[in-house]
């Protein structure tokens, strides 16, 4: 089965610290996807991305994240000043074939991030 | 207005037990539907697709309603290792929404 790999699995990290979170998707894919799942909640969606830039974001993606593809291979999350209500589960998905929405998606086994 | 509503959970049951899983979607326009598997603090994984002449896959099976916006899940005799969480999951194209919309899941308990 295809794997997606994500680095560090866990990160503790003091409030207002930057934290960079790393994926490896699977190669010749073309899209890539952050996810956040705080702990109980629900999965939501962060941002996606193709062709090297953010093709969407939702309200959660503010000013404090961005994301990157630095090597052509992985590809970053970096939040700039954590806040406590950052501590969450991160995954990285990358869908077999086209947009996400079309096909099985592909998670990487997730950072968890805590803030304190 | 909860995008995706599931069964709040959890379900215990007995090993051989069948169980079902329902699930509602606010957005009309959804294109694609899926359950999908996740482990305790583990990633996400799919189960099945959801398409609208239903469909089966061993002991599970998936039907989808889009009149009534309406996705099942059946479980038939129950595994121990059928314990985990189940996502009901849709699909839309655009919007601030993102492509994939998760529910918040239903556990699941089964017990020997």
């Known amino acids: 089965e295809p794997e997606v790999t994500q680095t560090p699995s866990h990160q503790v990290t003091q409030m207002g610290q930057e934290v960079i979170l790393r994926c490896v998707p699977i190669?010749?894919?073309?899209?890539f996807y952050w996810y956040r799942q705080i702990l109980g909640q629900k999965v939501e969606f962060l941002v996606s991305?193709?062709?090297?830039?953010?093709?969407?974001k939702s309200e959660i993606f503010d000013d404090q994240f961005s994301v990157e593809r630095p090597d052509g291979s992985n590809f970053t999350l970096k939040i700039r000043s954590t806040k406590l209500e950052d501590s969450a589960m991160y995954f990285c998905?990358?869908?077999?074939?086209?947009?996400?929405?079309?096909?099985?998606?592909?998670f990487g086994q997730g950072t968890r991030l805590t803030v304190v | 207005r909860k995008e995706v509503e599931q069964d709040p959970g959890p379900f215990n049951v007995p090993e051989g037990a069948t169980v079902a899983f329902n699930c509602t979607y606010s957005n009309s326009a959804s294109q694609s539907f899926f359950w999908y598997r996740q482990d305790c603090r583990k990633e996400p994984k799919l189960l099945m697709s959801?398409?609208?002449s239903g469909n089966e896959d061993g002991r599970f099976t998936a039907q989808l309603n889009r009149a009534s916006q309406y996705i099942s899940l059946l479980i038939r005799d129950s595994k121990l290792s059928d314990s985990a969480t189940y996502l009901c999951v849709v699909g839309t194209s655009g919007g601030s929404q993102g492509n994939l919309i998760f529910g918040k899941g239903t556990k699941l308990s089964v017990k020997p």
């Open positions: 190669s010749n894919h073309l899209y």
């Open positions: 991305f193709y062709n090297n830039e953010i093709s969407e």
């Open positions: 998905a990358s869908p077999h074939g086209g947009q996400i929405m079309n096909t099985e998606a592909f």
């Open positions: 959801v398409y609208s």
